[in-house]
């Protein structure tokens, strides 16, 4: 077996550490996070027989983003057949776009039936990780010690909340929160209430709230195009249909997927593609066809192509917003007062409740868990200026650490469920190789590392994040930190890894 330079180097230093089979025992797994990823690390790992892991997860229930988001109109943007594990499919799905609740049902049912919630250690944060010896020796919050031949990162992306830099906003004297840390103890039953944000998270909330509250004002910085997507309800029949038979669920299934691929995920990679351009006319016709007076027309009229930022989904936010008692401010916000937010123009908006639909820090990923990788190496470090992965995956000098859903992955283009269980299955590979004795410490090369983000930046120009505007795609360079190229691109890259692109320590 062929070694890179550098592995032949650590040969020597890697010879005390022995693999899981040389020592007679499982290999030992640590999975980081009990939400869709970790449930299906948990799934796929019993499934293989390896059952010694252990899932640790901070809060006392599972779900990750279905958990910590409760907001009103709180649902999936991508479609519920579409958004479900392939293994486990759902024939009681309410909807085309079922709402969160529902989904954190579903993740709360699949591991009941395959059993893996009884790996998951609740109220268990991960705080520390030190590769030492070929073993990953790992530290929580509750001072637990635990040592694992492998690490698996399932995260999460959309998960640490990004709270505005806004003057005063401690004087309020109503509720004010984050949309991912909802406050059920205050009902917003006529009340008056704000909304700083115009992305899906607060469109969902003023389409669901506007009904129910005796004033919405929602404060808008920059306007977001809304495709106009129906979310009917499934029927008895059809659910009976696809209870009675599997295999129309899965036609529906692979259905959605082409259609999300084809006429979305595709588009996005590709700036001047008919898919993008079709994109763009929907969304056009869906705001002149829809907003009737034409001042308000022209502030929701946003000032950049069409999925330059994430798509909005709504099949009636433009309604909502024409509602008799919402407000839409695109005025400049000066300052949060005790009584409400103060806008540049003077006018003080009286609020008695403020929500912060203001999005999540994208660029978490691991952190805030500590992370030393061979060599005394801290990711921290390694990510000073941003986070980077090879094929979203795995990071150079950090051996049999691998993530789902991590940096520069397709986050913005597929069903992230898809996207996991492809790259699960590709890890699993990575992982045979240490099992079978082939190598003891895998990890991505710098080379590969070095190219592949060559390669993802230079792709990245053809996309259409990049066609003006500002959004969460774009890291610090305005260079998009997500999969620049086809789904089927990535699906390629997913059925087997490139050796010669890792470091194996033997």
Request: glycine share 6%; hydrophobic share 40%.
């Amino acid at each position: 077996m062929s070694k890179s330079a550098s592995a032949k180097s650590r040969a020597g230093n890697a010879s005390s550490s022995m693999a899981a089979s040389d020592r007679g025992d499982s290999p030992r797994f640590v999975i980081i996070g009990a939400g869709m990823a970790g449930i299906l690390s948990a799934i796929k790992l019993k499934e293989a027989g390896l059952t010694n892991f252990t899932v640790y997860e901070k809060a006392d229930r599972l779900g990750g983003t279905w958990r910590e988001n409760t907001y009103p109109g709180v649902a999936c943007d991508v479609p519920s057949h579409l958004y479900s594990y392939s293994f486990a499919p759902n024939p009681d799905w309410s909807h085309v776009f079922s709402p969160g609740p529902e989904i954190l049902a579903y993740f709360e049912k699949v591991a009941r039936d395959y059993q893996v919630d009884s790996f998951i250690r609740y109220g268990t944060e991960v705080t520390r990780l030190e590769f030492h010896d070929g073993r990953w020796l790992v530290e929580t919050s509750t001072a637990e010690r635990d040592e694992a031949d492998f690490v698996i990162a399932a995260t999460g992306v959309l998960h640490h909340p990004s709270y505005p830099d806004i003057e005063g906003i401690d004087t309020f004297k109503g509720k004010v929160f984050h949309s991912a840390r909802w406050d059920h103890s205050e009902p917003i039953d006529a009340k008056r209430l704000g909304v700083i944000g115009t992305g899906s998270t607060a469109v969902q909330i003023v389409s669901s709230a506007v009904s129910s509250v005796s004033s919405l004002t929602l404060f808008q910085r920059t306007a977001q195009w809304v495709l106009p997507v129906a979310n009917p309800e499934i029927g008895e029949e059809d659910r009976a249909k696809y209870h009675d038979d599997p295999e129309a669920m899965r036609a529906v299934r692979e259905e959605l997927s082409q259609i999300f691929e084809h006429n979305f995920a595709n588009a996005v990679v590709d700036a001047d593609s008919p898919q993008a351009e079709m994109l763009a006319r929907m969304c056009t016709e869906n705001l002149e066809g829809n907003v009737r007076d034409p001042e308000l027309r022209e502030k929701l009229r946003p000032p950049y192509r069409a999925a330059c930022k994430r798509l909005v989904i709504s099949p009636n936010f433009y309604e909502a917003i024409q509602a008799p008692n919402a407000h839409l401010v695109t005025e400049g916000i000066e300052r949060v007062e005790p009584e409400g937010v103060r806008t540049r123009d003077g006018k003080l908006h009286e609020l008695d409740i403020l929500v912060l639909a203001t999005g999540f820090r994208v660029d978490r990923f691991l952190r805030p868990i500590e992370v030393i990788g061979r060599g005394g190496i801290s990711l921290d470090v390694v990510w000073e200026k941003r986070p980077s992965a090879y094929l979203a995956i795995s990071v150079p000098e950090f051996p049999n650490l691998f993530m789902l859903n991590g940096p520069n992955g397709p986050v913005g283009n597929f069903s992230l469920i898809d996207v996991a269980e492809l790259q699960f299955d590709y890890i699993m590979q990575l992982v045979d190789l240490v099992c079978s004795g082939k190598a003891r410490e895998v990890s991505a090369s710098h080379e590969a590392a070095e190219r592949f983000e060559d390669e993802r930046v230079e792709a990245a120009k053809k996309t259409v994040w990049v066609t003006g505007c500002r959004s969460w795609y774009l890291d610090d360079r305005g260079v998009p930190a997500a999969w620049p190229w086809s789904f089927g691109h990535f699906r390629d890259q997913m059925r087997r890894p490139r050796l010669e692109d890792y470091e194996l320590v033997a």
